[in-house]
């Protein structure tokens, strides 16, 4: 299994771009985590989505933040328009079920200037 | 999500000394599973604690959950440098979300 697979590794765009991460999940996983870690701010839930429905968005910090499923097995992560305050390292994480132990993906470190 | 305190947030120790991280809940957990980040790396899941008073052992690792099932304990013997990392609890207290949210971690630094 190759594991959570998250694109791209590294991301550097100037302040107001969009930027896009994507995830895909482990096959056979439910539950799809989207995390960001910042050295102030820790490793925070940003959203999670069971089946590919969204159960809670309520740690998306602002309307810029946007995060779907179009099926079972990818997950996009969108900021737009972006701000150097999104700098991060942006994971995403997949479970069997909810309380499942979690497999992250390598992250997407994003750097807005 | 479910909020847990740990402590302490930094810890300097001598190759080969003992370290202890906890992880305190003011609620109920249903379980909790602890996970360790290396530097530069991904948060790896280490193991999961159900029952009350529950105790398990990976190796030097001494996972601890607490009988009233609200706090919890790593402990690691005689660390290694490859102990290096964040060790972070994630709580579970059932349902919806929580369980999902992570603790600050305990950023763990092994003098040689």
């Known amino acids: 299994d190759a594991g959570v697979i998250q694109s791209p590794r590294h991301e550097v765009t100037e302040m107001?771009?969009?930027?896009?991460?994507?995830?895909?999940?482990?096959?056979?996983?439910?539950?799809?985590?989207?995390?960001?870690?910042?050295?102030?701010?820790?490793?925070?839930?940003?959203?999670?989505?069971?089946?590919?429905?969204?159960?809670?968005?309520?740690?998306?910090?602002?309307?810029?933040?946007s995060a779907k499923m179009p099926n079972a097995s990818f997950s996009t992560l969108k900021i737009q328009p972006s701000e150097p305050r999104d700098s991060a390292v942006y994971f995403c994480a997949s479970s069997l079920m909810g309380s499942s132990p979690l497999h992250f993906g390598n992250g997407t470190r994003l750097t807005v200037t | 999500g479910q909020q847990?305190?740990?402590?302490?947030?930094?810890?300097?120790?001598?190759?080969?000394?003992?370290?202890?991280?906890?992880?305190?809940?003011?609620?109920?957990?249903?379980?909790?599973?602890?996970?360790?980040?290396?530097?530069?790396?991904?948060?790896?899941?280490?193991?999961?604690?159900?029952?009350?008073?529950?105790?398990?052992?990976?190796?030097?690792?001494?996972?601890?959950?607490?009988?009233?099932?609200?706090?919890?304990?790593?402990?690691?013997?005689?660390?290694?440098t490859t102990d290096v990392g964040t060790y972070f609890c994630a709580p579970y207290s059932g349902g919806g979300a929580d369980g999902l949210t992570f603790g600050k971690g305990t950023h763990l630094i092994i003098q040689p």
């Open chain 1, 16 to 65: 107001g771009q969009e930027v896009t991460l994507r995830c895909k999940l482990i096959s056979g996983h439910n539950s799809l985590f989207w995390y960001r870690q910042t050295m102030m701010r820790g490793l925070e839930l940003l959203i999670y989505f069971n089946n590919n429905v969204p159960i809670d968005d309520s740690g998306m910090p602002e309307d810029r933040f």
């Open chain 2, 4 to 80: 847990v305190m740990q402590i302490p947030q930094y810890q300097h120790v001598q190759e080969g000394e003992d370290f202890t991280t906890y992880c305190n809940s003011s609620t109920t957990l249903s379980n909790i599973q602890w996970y360790k980040q290396r530097p530069g790396g991904h948060p790896v899941f280490l193991i999961q604690l159900v029952k009350s008073g529950e105790v398990k052992k990976q190796k030097r690792l001494t996972f601890q959950f607490g009988e009233a099932k609200k706090n919890s304990s790593l402990h690691i013997t005689a660390t290694q």
